[in-house]
């Protein structure tokens, strides 16, 4: 009987061991994005403010009494190579859910392996206007596809005001990059300026890594265009600012939020002054944004953060995705997606206090112009137009 109970005693305990050993594990999660390349301060940025949120929330004892383990990939802004990360990240690496990925390409490259796998993704980074609208109901019953960051549409329409509505100008040229993230703002671009009843009298393209847009603008400046209307990445951006000057012409220079980018604003330098811009973060916002601000810089060491506007985003998809979890009482991909868009508890953000952010239906934060602002380089500093 003795050494019944003894038996019965050792197997109990191995249970109870077994058991919290598993509650000990971690919950992995997916981060990848450009960690080299021309889009790379954004994407360490980006990864920086995930790395914070995530110790954050370690030290506060985890989710569901587990920690969080980031599992982070470079996918070098690279479509093909995003595809590939996330097919690691879901098949090897096992993660329940992933963040992350900057440009809009590589997020269309990936997307459908996250779904397939009915595993969530909360991205900061890329805006092109399908992003979201891949998998929706009714075609899916299930989108696993949710964003944090301005759609290109609503930018759009925010630069066409800028130009038309509120400047007043008829004649405009767009000059976009060849990727997929110029070339479907433009597509935004031309839409957003038709309502308006105007049409850009140039529209231009140029390639990644571009030197010399003295072409591009030549056509802008015969064509008599009174403001530069862009979409592309930060240092071909400069190069279009700098070109102007070198050709003695100068008009405004309105176009989506790459233009707050460093690698834009310190390749142009004094060129850079005055460009106008779509933001959805403010850094004296609320006390959570300040708060980030300070750790961000403390925990770091640098004097500002390089992309500020991609890493206020991404910190806060960390705390989106806890707030399912702990809500779903799960890791499994289809309760925390249904969590996602069914958020019970109101969660403290960088952006905002974010109260019920998606439903089944609508996996935008953003649906309309109300939540963003417009944002100017002055002194070198992305500051809010006061005006507005």
Not at 309 to 326: C, E, F, H, M, Q
Request: net charge neutral.
């Amino acid at each position: 009987m003795s050494r019944l109970l003894s038996c019965i005693g050792i197997t109990a305990f191995a249970a109870a061991f077994a058991f919290n050993a598993q509650a000990a594990d971690p919950i992995k999660i997916g981060l990848s994005g450009p960690f080299t390349g021309g889009s790379s301060p954004m994407g360490i940025s980006m990864r920086d403010a995930v790395r914070l949120a995530v110790d954050e929330v370690n030290k506060s004892g985890g989710v569901l009494g587990r920690p969080l383990q980031l599992i982070e990939r470079d996918d070098e802004a690279k479509n093909e190579r995003g595809a590939q990360v996330a097919q690691e990240l879901i098949y090897k690496e096992n993660v329940v859910a992933s963040l992350g990925v900057i440009n809009t390409g590589v997020m269309l490259a990936s997307a459908r392996f996250y779904q397939e796998a009915k595993i969530p993704m909360i991205t900061p980074g890329p805006t092109g206007t399908t992003v979201t609208k891949l998998f929706q109901p009714p075609e899916h019953p299930a989108n696993y596809i949710f964003r944090v960051s301005l759609p290109d549409n609503i930018q759009a329409e925010m630069i066409a005001e800028e130009a038309v509505g509120r400047r007043g100008y008829k004649k405009v040229a767009i000059l976009a990059d060849s990727s997929n993230y110029g070339q479907l703002g433009r597509e935004d671009m031309v839409a957003a300026l038709e309502k308006r009843g105007v049409k850009p009298v140039a529209v231009e393209k140029f390639n990644i890594k571009d030197v010399d847009m003295t072409p591009q603008l030549l056509r802008a400046k015969s064509a008599e265009a009174e403001a530069i209307l862009t979409y592309g990445v930060g240092p071909e951006l400069a190069q279009i600012a700098n070109g102007m000057t070198k050709l003695g012409w100068r008009v405004p220079m309105i176009g989506s939020h790459t233009l707050s980018m460093p690698n834009f604003i310190e390749t142009a330098g004094a060129n850079a002054e005055g460009a106008v811009f779509p933001q959805t973060f403010v850094a004296d916002a609320n006390p959570k944004a300040k708060a980030f601000i300070e750790n961000f810089k403390k925990t770091y060491k640098v004097e500002r953060i390089a992309a500020v506007g991609w890493a206020a985003p991404a910190y806060d998809t960390v705390y989106l995705l806890v707030a399912a979890i702990k809500q779903a009482g799960s890791t499994d991909g289809a309760k925390v997606r249904e969590a996602l868009e069914t958020l019970n508890d109101k969660v403290e953000g960088t952006l905002m206090t974010y109260n019920k952010p998606f439903s089944k239906d609508v996996h935008e934060l953003f649906t309309d112009p109300s939540k963003a602002v417009m944002s100017t380089i002055k002194n070198g500093e992305v500051v809010k137009i006061s005006s507005r």
